[in-house]
Nanobody, 121 residues
Framework: QVQLVESGGGLVQAGGSLRLSCAASGLSRYTMAWFRQAPGKERQFVAGITPGGGRTTYGEAVKGRFVISRDNAKNTVYLQMSGLNAEDTAIYYC????????????????WGQGTQVTVSS
């Protein structure tokens, strides 16, 4: 079975940076994405990347601060986060979708368990 495993979350000061990683096998022809969810809020699209890594898409809340990338040879997707603020506190999930990309959580076929990111003042 396909498994996605996130890592790299933790506690960071406001204005700081973190890099999240997602280990995923057999998904080199899938769109990969990061979503996040805070308590009491709906799951939110963060960033997406096409199978070959040629195109990236970002949610408005993180545009200019986060960068998604992938290394298919290492079966790994990354999310480099900078300029973090309290609104970025959430559980971050890695997800995969066959063929074309969307920003809708329900369209994604595979999900990791999530990694907690907490931004302190």
């Amino acid at each position: 079975q396909v498994q996605l495993v996130e890592s790299g979350g933790g506690l960071v000061q406001a204005g700081g940076s973190l890099r999240l990683s997602c280990a995923a096998s057999g998904l080199s022809r899938y769109t990969m994405a990061w979503f996040r969810q805070a308590p009491g809020k709906e799951r939110q699209f963060v960033a997406g990347i096409t199978p070959g890594g040629g195109r990236t898409t970002y949610g408005e809340a993180v545009k200019g601060r986060f960068v998604i990338s992938r290394d298919n040879a290492k079966n790994t997707v990354y999310l480099q986060m900078s300029g973090l603020n309290a609104e970025d506190t959430a559980i971050y999930y890695c997800a995969a979708k066959f063929l074309s990309a969307t920003m809708y959580p329900n369209d994604y076929q595979y999900w990791g368990q999530g990694t907690q990111v907490t931004v302190s003042s």
